[in-house]
């Protein structure tokens, strides 16, 4: 059976092929002792809500009741499906955050400036702009209804006072301009000051138009569209460390763009067969190097990783390294293509590393071999024997992302249950932590959680049946350089802050 990329279900967007049935296989393992990670423990900076109208929840003594409705905070039924959170992401110094929602929208958190009365203020995040990046769209040649949900967000640094960002849905991306504007110009000789024009009869001197102060306005203009260059959805955007190009990555292709020109891009990646009903594979992600712009990485659902070099070719589908870890035959199940999928890759800051995320586990490669990974974590491996339940209720398509920490010391992930993880590269310790409502107290500090998976439960563990599958941790974000978090929770924001900091 061929699941074709162009489905708009995300089963056969994920995958290219699946194998005749057979029984699922493989026992649970225990999981690794949880007593923390890092020195120090993490706390709840501030949760933020993004619905509709954006209202921020500062988790201080001290909230705002002009910014929220606390019966609007608490009724989940608010919540509806255009507000669930879809991308996370810093920006290059960490003092802006955005996200974007399946609604279309951007909302851009700015980070408080340090207080000297007030100095543990310094990690929250204030609603600094909202727009709406993308509509929802018909494609009338195909039948084709085109979401408006924003797949990726990705920054450029910071060149002068304004911000520029790129945000693509299924078929388009955009680049925004977000700007500050605190004067406006008064005394013009062809408009009155209510903006019409006036009679040139009436117009007997001439004046010079002078800035007067206003209130801080924050204005996000599009200053480029870039669209009809794929036919299938794009998963990934990544900007070239020349930060003159950018490339897009859809089911069966990568296209590389000029941030001048709008109406041109180049195909460097294409793996769309003659015939479809061969094709075996989907590209699921695709980032460039952060240091050489003539690198980058594109992962598939074949679990497979590979490095091109821009200089070999003007098609980049000979790879130059192809990362692959050979299959355990004694693991082998109906399910082992499926769950091998890659969900997400990464470079490390460094460019040394590879960081991918496939269902079950979280995976470092050195670029310098390709046979195996140098270090794998698991996840969520008390899901094993779960795995025919996850495969009827879909949720073994999800795709979880995964982050580095600015030193490549720590790598972070999502699980179920609004559970994230994080995993110690150096000391080997992992620990589970969860956003939630419940949790949401001030400046609380966040307790490992653990999974009980059989036999006799402790008083702080939570059954592995008791998991609650709808609430997922598929988005998260790491501070450039800070021990800060951003983790998304459906259509709710959790920042937190490593305590020690």
């Known amino acids: 059976m061929v699941l074709q990329p162009s489905e708009r279900h995300h089963r056969d967007r994920s995958h290219g092929r699946l194998g005749p049935w057979c029984s699922p296989s493989g026992s649970p393992a225990p999981l690794s002792s949880e007593t923390g990670c890092g020195e120090g423990s993490w706390i709840l900076v501030c949760r933020l809500l993004v619905p509709t109208q954006v209202s921020l929840l500062s988790m201080e003594e001290d909230i705002d009741t002009r910014k929220i409705n606390s019966s609007f905070l608490r009724d989940h039924s608010y919540a509806t499906e255009a507000d669930i959170i879809s991308t996370v992401e810093f920006n290059h110094t960490g003092e802006l955050l955005a996200t974007g929602d399946k609604g279309g929208r951007v909302v851009i958190f700015q980070r408080e400036q340090e207080s000297k009365n007030q100095v543990h203020r310094r990690g929250e995040y204030n609603v600094y702009s909202t727009f709406q990046s993308h509509e929802p769209e018909f494609d009338y040649l195909k039948s084709l209804e085109i979401e408006e949900k924003i797949n990726k967000i990705r920054w450029l640094p910071q060149q002068n006072a304004a911000y520029f960002l790129l945000s693509t849905n299924d078929k388009t991306v955009k680049l925004w301009k977000v700007s500050e504007r605190d004067k406006r110009p008064e005394g013009y000789n062809l408009k009155d000051e209510e903006g019409r024009l006036r009679d040139p009869a009436t117009i007997t001197t001439l004046r010079v138009p002078v800035l007067r102060p206003m209130d801080l306005m924050v204005e996000a203009t599009p200053r480029r569209v870039f669209a009809n260059a794929h036919t299938y959805h794009i998963n990934s955007i990544s900007v070239n460390s020349d930060y003159e190009t950018y490339m897009s990555a859809d089911d069966l292709r990568i296209n590389l763009w000029n941030f001048e020109i709008t109406n041109q891009s180049f195909n460097i990646v294409d793996i769309k067969p003659a015939n479809m009903e061969e094709l075996t594979e989907v590209i699921t992600a695709a980032e460039f190097h952060p240091h050489h712009c003539n690198s980058f990485v594109y992962s598939s659902s074949k679990g497979t990783i590979r490095l091109c070099d821009m200089r070999a070719s003007a098609l980049c589908d000979r790879h130059s390294k192809f990362f692959e870890e050979p299959e355990d035959p004694s693991n082998r199940s109906f399910f082992s293509e499926i769950i091998s999928s890659i969900s997400d890759v990464k470079f490390s800051h460094s460019g040394r590393y590879i960081m991918t995320r496939d269902y079950l586990t979280v995976k470092v490669w050195d670029l310098n071999m390709e046979n195996r990974p140098i270090e794998t974590y698991q996840v969520h491996d008390y899901l094993r024997s779960k795995l025919c339940s996850l495969y009827e209720n879909d949720c073994i398509f999800d795709k979880f992302e995964c982050v580095w ?97």
Not at 407 to 412: H, P
Not at 439 to 444: C, D, G
Not at 445 to 451: A, E, G, Q, T
Not at 467 to 495: C, G, M, Q, R
């Open 405 to 501: 920490n600015g030193s490549d010391s720590v790598i972070m992930t999502g699980s179920y249950n609004n559970f994230f993880r994080m995993f110690d590269r150096n000391t080997k310790r992992d620990v589970t932590l969860e956003a939630s409502r419940e949790n949401s107290k001030p400046r609380a500090i966040l307790k490992p959680r653990k999974v009980c998976v059989g036999g006799k439960r402790r008083k702080d563990e939570i059954s592995v049946d008791s998991l609650d599958f709808s609430k997922k941790i598929l988005h998260t974000a790491w501070h450039p350089s800070e021990n800060i978090i951003a983790v998304a929770a459906t259509n709710n924001l959790y920042i937190f802050q490593d305590k020690v900091n």
